[in-house]
């Protein structure tokens, strides 16, 4: 309801739950000044501790974090189960900084209780501002230290250390409405392997439809459609970039990547991103892109799976052929890399292959967030972001 008190974010620049934006921009403007030299206070038994991701012990004490207390679905049933090169690779983008990987240790044991994540990018808003803002991300409280009022202190310390790098700004989605989201997205599925998604009760058999029909109707195409697709290489990084940057000034809130930074996110990694390519013959020019990155969930309490392997729809552009086209080439490189299911939200203009592809609608939304900077809610077409 409207006038819900948040005791937390009604004290944050951010626009109130039931705001009329007039003009799009900073909501308060500060200098370093302004900001605390000493980190936020902690209830006695804690300290804070910064994680060195380089470190496998450090970075160890993340993933079981993570794996243990992190994001489940509304029936908790699956929980993220993000993977040590994937963190490694969210966490190290081109120019991270070490000290915004934000860690609480209890005093007495050094067990890794909560995390919270920023890393820099450059976003554009409403196709005009360029923004440096951070990314904020995999904030975890443990399971047994919840709504004490913990997430507050990780956020303003976090943008503490933020503001002492000049920056005062942020990204962040979350599956809970906060003041305020910029959009609010739907997510949607495509099964791949129907048997073990039933079997996971991720989805159910449809009223007199065997398994064997249900395989039949989720089949996807053996072959590809686009001309010669095929993994990204460095080489095609300075095209890539230029195809990149094209498509997504069409979008009221997107990334604006150097060369470097494509090649960090798109690079194909085994377990961790996919990236496919199509160029001209004639020109080796990059023409069109299909990206997915591999986040399994755990399957909590099933007797026969203990995993879900899943594919997130990343950044996908089609010029020289059909967008349907291009992503039937996408389910069909996921279905081959053993995904279970392939998810995509209804940003960029994915809702035009989401019906023809056979996607079912997911059980909740992702609301899309700015940090002290106010502009018109928009649709989620207009979103031209993904934030892992
Ligand atoms: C310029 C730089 C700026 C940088 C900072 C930008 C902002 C970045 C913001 C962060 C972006 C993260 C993005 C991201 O990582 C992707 S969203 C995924 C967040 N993580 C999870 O859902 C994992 C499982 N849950 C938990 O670990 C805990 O429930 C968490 C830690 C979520 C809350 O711990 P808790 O023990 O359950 O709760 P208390 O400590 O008692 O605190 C309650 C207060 O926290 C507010 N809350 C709850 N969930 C939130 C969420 N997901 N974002 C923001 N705020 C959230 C809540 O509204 C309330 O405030 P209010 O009373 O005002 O309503
Ligand atoms: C984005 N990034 C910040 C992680 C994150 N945080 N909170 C979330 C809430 C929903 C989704 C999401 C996004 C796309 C999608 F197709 C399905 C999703 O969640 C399904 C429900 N679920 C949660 C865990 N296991 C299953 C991601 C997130």
Redesign the pocket.
Known sequence: DKNA??????TQPVPKIDAQVEKSGPIEVKTLDDVRKEPLTLPALFEWVVLDVNDQVQLNDVYTLLNE????DDDNMFRFDYSIPFLKWALQPPHYLKDWHIGVRVKESKKLV?F?S?IPATINVDKTDSVK??E??????HKK????????V??KE??RR??LQN????A?????V?PKPVASCRYYHRSLNPKKLVECKFSSLPPRVSMSLLIKLNRVEENTKCPGIRPLTKADVPSATRLLAKYLSQYSLAPSMSEEEVWHWLAPQKNVMDCYVVVDPKTGEVTDMCSFYTLPSSVIGNPKHKTLKAAFSFYNIATSVPLVDLMADALHLAKKGDFDVFNCLDIFENSKFIKEHKFQPGDGNLQY?L??YATQTKDPSAMGLVLL
């Open positions: 008190a948040h005791a937390f974010w009604d207390n992190y994001v489940e909560a919270i920023a803002m951070v904020i991300n995999f904030l975890c409280v230290l919840r709504e004490k009022r913990l997430a507050p990780l956020i976090i943008t933020v503001n920056i005062w700004q942020a962040y989605t979350a599956g809970i906060l967030y940090y002290n």
